[in-house]
């Protein structure tokens, strides 16, 4: 039950974002100084994930760029003697971290992103993290939070928490018997419904944990919502034959698919960094 693989399904279009995704993948759109992709790997890293699987699609070729090593403009920087910036570009994946890529051959829903993994995560445990949820949180990363539910509770750990109930049409929305102060047993998971039909306030957010039988269900999960393969209708299958357990995390979750949500990210992040923070509040100010 080692955690070990996490998968990042990179093949959205990023309609919500064109024309600046129209030849940029959202998830390198900058947060600051960093791509969204690289803040989502930096949290799986802090969790003890060592085997990194995107789900590619054939416009995704800067996220390989990224992680990939670029001789030139490391031995421009050491000549320039910017040993500091070099650092930074040297170690975006740190030692003893492997990263391996799957291409989703049709945009046919989160749900089938994933199955494309299956061949890479094999029968193992694995986190799936979407980019486009950041999360910043002071102590442990949120990923971190979660593999320490999992690896306490030997089940599927799902990230949570509390939404507008007239939001309820954006998210699975669970139900939940509570175990805890933070933590529930799934009784019901429901993809986007209706405020009036939801069953709670309760959503899940871009961070998963599952275990592999979580594949065999996606084979056998027909479309559901918007015509694709949902991954909240498998999970709702995997209730029947295992426990899943959800986490309300700690820390402050942006939205960074949607446009205000990734201008509050880069407001939160300028101003948490070393750097830019002081000036960054005197810009500010000019618009208040």
């Given at each position: 039950m080692k955690l070990e693989k996490a998968v990042f399904p990179v093949a959205g279009m990023g309609t919500r974002f064109l024309p600046a995704t129209k030849a940029n993948p959202k998830e390198m759109l900058p947060i600051v100084d960093k791509p969204l992709i690289q803040y989502a790997v930096e949290e799986a890293v802090k969790a003890g994930i060592t085997e990194l699987i995107f789900v590619t699609s054939s416009s995704k070729r800067a996220i390989e760029d990224h992680f990939d090593t670029n001789f030139e403009l490391e031995s421009r920087l050491a000549e320039a003697g910017k040993n500091a910036i070099l650092e930074e570009v040297k170690?975006?994946?740190?030692?003893?971290?492997?990263v391996a890529y799957i291409r989703q051959s049709v945009p046919a829903g989160l749900g089938h992103a994933v199955l494309c993994a299956k061949p890479l995560v094999g029968d193992e445990p694995f986190a799936i993290l979407l980019a486009d949820d950041l999360i910043n949180a002071k102590g442990d990363s949120c990923l971190k939070q979660m593999a320490d539910v999992f690896h306490e509770q030997k089940s599927s750990v799902l990230a949570v928490e509390r939404i507008d109930p007239a939001e309820t049409n954006r998210y699975g929305v669970v139900d939940i018997e509570e175990e805890g102060s933070n933590i529930g047993l799934?009784?019901?998971?429901?993809?986007?419904?209706?405020?009036?039909?939801?069953?709670?306030?309760?959503?899940?957010?871009?961070?998963?944990?599952?275990?592999?039988?979580?594949?065999?269900?996606?084979?056998?999960?027909?479309?559901?919502?918007?015509?694709?393969?949902?991954?909240?209708d498998a999970i709702e299958s995997l209730l029947s034959i295992e426990k899943v357990k959800t986490l309300e995390f700690e820390g402050a979750r942006y939205d960074c698919g949607d446009k205000l949500g990734y201008l509050e990210a880069t407001i939160a992040y300028a101003l948490e960094h070393d750097d830019l923070a002081a000036g960054f509040k005197e810009i500010i100010k000019k618009y208040q």
């Open positions: 170690n975006i994946l740190p030692p003893g971290v492997t799934i009784k019901e998971i429901v993809e986007k419904p209706e405020p009036e039909n939801a069953p709670s306030n309760l959503a899940v957010v871009g961070r998963y944990i599952l275990t592999p039988a979580i594949f065999d269900l996606l084979e056998k999960t027909g479309p559901g919502k918007g015509g694709e393969i949902q991954l909240t």
